[in-house]
């Protein structure tokens, strides 16, 4: 292992601890060197990548529209390496990915739920220069969970891992947890994993097959629409999706 995990402190409604094991194993597993994270806030995760991972450029984006929350967040990464930008993730995730073609980089998306999120996500995996994506809040019975199981050949959540150390966080973390206080099961965890190095075909040929899930939010439309702007491309989008619907004409 390259790196000594800091102590990270969890406070209900966050990321679990053993999930950022997950984590920690895949970024060292794919040799990263550059993490680009979705949505900010106070700066917490953002810390934490750049204390647990000196060698590694990190990004953060947030929209920064709560003024208290982004003087948290400058706060917090004052003395710290993260680069924080403030902007639409479907805007500069695009850019960010273009300008670092020799990078190896990691996608982390905590800030968009659901398709619209997995739609940026899964629009990265056109480019070799990302090699890991993750995203956050894929509880046990949302339908991009399900996409996301189906998207790769190797374990995507911690609890399908038969990596010794990962059963051994999770067990820790699941006997010495007050399991009253959590949202949603301790042993079933929320941030999905994808080592696009050995699953970028497959987890390809799944989102061709599967386009029609994401309705709007199609991941083949939003890539090849990067560089123009994101609202403009969207309205536009919807638009001749609703005539397309209206005259009977399949995509
Ligand atoms: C769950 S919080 C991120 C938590 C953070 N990753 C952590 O673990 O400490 C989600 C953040 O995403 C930001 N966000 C939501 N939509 C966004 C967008 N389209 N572009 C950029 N940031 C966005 C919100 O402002 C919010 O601060």
New binding site residues.
């Given amino acids: 292992m390259k790196y000594e995990l800091r102590k990270y402190k969890w406070l209900p409604g966050?990321?679990y601890p053993p999930e950022l094991e997950w984590l920690k194993l895949h970024l060292d597993g794919c040799q990263i060197d550059m993490i680009i994270?979705?949505?900010?806030?106070?700066?917490?995760?953002?810390l934490w990548y750049a204390e647990n991972f000196p060698n590694m450029e990190i990004y953060s984006?947030?929209?920064?529209?709560?003024p208290d929350?982004k003087a948290n967040s400058d706060a917090n990464l004052k003395n710290s390496s993260v680069k924080a930008i403030t902007?639409?993730?479907?805007d500069i995730v695009p850019e960010l990915i273009r300008n670092n073609p020799n990078k190896r980089i990691c996608l982390i998306e905590?800030?968009?739920k659901s398709w619209p999120g997995l739609c940026l996500v899964a629009s990265t995996f056109f480019y070799e220069n990302v090699v890991l994506v993750a995203q956050?809040n894929l509880h046990v019975g949302h339908k991009t969970r399900e996409y996301w199981e189906n998207s790769s050949q190797d374990a995507v959540f911690l609890e399908q891992s038969t990596d010794p150390l990962i059963q051994n966080s999770l067990n820790q973390w699941i006997n010495e947890q007050d399991q009253s206080v959590l949202n949603r099961p301790g042993d079933i965890s929320s941030l999905g994993l994808i080592d696009l190095g050995k699953n970028r075909f497959f987890a390809l040929d799944y989102m061709l097959a599967n386009r029609a899930l994401f309705r709007f939010w199609d991941p083949v439309a939003y890539r090849n629409s990067h560089g123009r702007h994101t609202l403009k491309f969207h309205r536009g989008f919807v638009r001749r999706s609703i005539i397309r619907k209206l005259i009977g004409q399949k995509r």
Avoid: P, T, Y
């Fill in positions: 966050a990321i994270e979705c949505g900010r806030q106070d700066g917490a995760s953002a984006i947030d929209l920064d529209d709560r929350i902007g639409n993730i479907f905590d800030a968009v956050h």
